[in-house]
């Protein structure tokens, strides 16, 4: 087991090296309360205060934390063996009713169908992810709750 885990470890600090150190950007004001962010590699996404033209900086808060999650725990099934055919996370944030108006919690699903995965295998990648690897969680407040839970379809019993 000692062999396995140090080829994983291995693995992702390969990749995760390879990230970049620094990120930037532009925000732009383009009418009202909307604005455009265009990333450094050049994806843009539309921000509206009004969130009719655009989404909210905290939906796309909470969609990076379960975008980090998600690489992490397939990269980690994969590695495991397991072979992933459909895999999904919804989520759901709970946030403070004044100002600031930050997550209190973060409920996420992860919907997952494949051979080869199993609880073990699932558990262990989350751990991972939130105990080590997802950069996103451990950029939020230390006590945002962070729920995951799973279900694998076709898994009997």
Not at 59 to 73: F, H, K, P, Q, R
Not at 97 to 105: E, F, G, L, R, W
Request: glycine share 8%.
């Amino acid at each position: 087991m000692e062999e396995k885990e140090k080829d994983l470890k291995e693995s992702v600090e390969g990749w995760k090296s390879k990230i970049d150190k620094s990120n930037k950007g532009s925000l732009e004001l383009e009418k009202d309360l909307i604005f455009n962010g265009r990333t450094q590699r050049g994806y843009e996404v539309e921000y509206d205060a009004g969130m009719q033209w655009g989404c909210s900086p905290t939906e796309t808060l909470i969609m990076s934390l379960a975008g980090c999650l998600a690489i992490d725990v397939v990269f980690f099934l994969r590695k495991m063996r397991g072979e992933i055919k459909t895999f999904k996370v919804d989520y759901e944030g709970e946030r403070k009713s004044t100002p600031p108006q930050y997550y209190k919690s973060i409920d996420m699903m992860i919907t997952i169908s494949g051979s080869g995965i199993t609880s073990k295998k699932i558990e262990r990648a989350i751990s991972l992810s939130q105990e080590k690897y997802c950069s996103v969680y451990h950029t939020l407040r230390s006590d945002l709750k962070v729920n995951v839970n799973y279900k694998i379809e076709g898994e009997k019993g």
